[in-house]
Nanobody, 124 residues
Framework: QVQVVESGGGLVQAGGSLRLSCTAS????????VAWFRQTPGKEREAVSCINRSGRSTYYSDSVKGRFTINRDNAKNTLYLQMNNLNSDDTAMYYCAAVRIYTGDYYCGRDHYWGQGTQVTVSS
């Protein structure tokens, strides 16, 4: 059984930083692109950052480019998201996903194993 577990969310002041972590079990982690998504009430879940299997290719949404950094440690079955210079627009539930189906270089994919999410709240 695949399990994806996020950690590291919390309350932070605007301009601050957080580091999210995600571990996956029940699958061969290194065989999957992995991704961070986020969602706020009433809105669709959106891809924030995604990374290919080797870690050498990444994607960032325009809203986080230059502030967030994604990386992975395949030896530890762990994905990270370093979030700097946070603002109130970053407040959301953040989800980690192992990507089951993707097309071309879009590693965020269209079918996923999901975690339960970790809440990030940025106070202004």
């Amino acid at each position: 059984q695949v399990q994806v577990v996020e950690s590291g969310g919390g309350l932070v002041q605007a301009g601050g930083s957080l580091r999210l972590s995600c571990t996956a079990s029940g699958l061969t982690f290194a065989n999957y692109p992995v991704a961070w998504f986020r969602q706020t009430p009433g809105k669709e879940r959106e891809a924030v950052s995604c990374i290919n299997r080797s870690g050498r290719s990444t994607y960032y949404s325009d809203s986080v480019k230059g502030r967030f950094t994604i990386n992975r440690d395949n030896a530890k079955n762990t994905l990270y998201l370093q979030m700097n210079n946070l603002n109130s627009d970053d407040t959301a539930m953040y989800y980690c996903a192992a990507v089951r189906i993707y097309t071309g270089d879009y590693y965020c994919g269209r079918d996923h194993y999901w975690g339960q999410g970790t809440q990030v709240t940025v106070s202004s």
